[in-house]
């Protein structure tokens, strides 16, 4: 993207590398967001080295 980026500027488009540069590190900031969200939501559920091959969720019922 930084090639891109400076493509644009040496074309005369500064504008639109920097618009691009924003753009992929806004989206690089809510994929952190949205991977950090579903890994605490998996980490209330999932116990890792006791349980490695199911998910135990409070509601199921042991047998």
Known sequence: MIVAALGAAGIGQVFDGALLI???????ALEAFATARTADSCGRYWTW???????????????
């Open 22 to 28: 924003v753009i992929f590190a806004t989206s690089g």
């Open 49 to 63: 080295p006791r349980n490695r091959r199911r998910a135990r969720t409070p509601t199921a019922a042991r047998r």
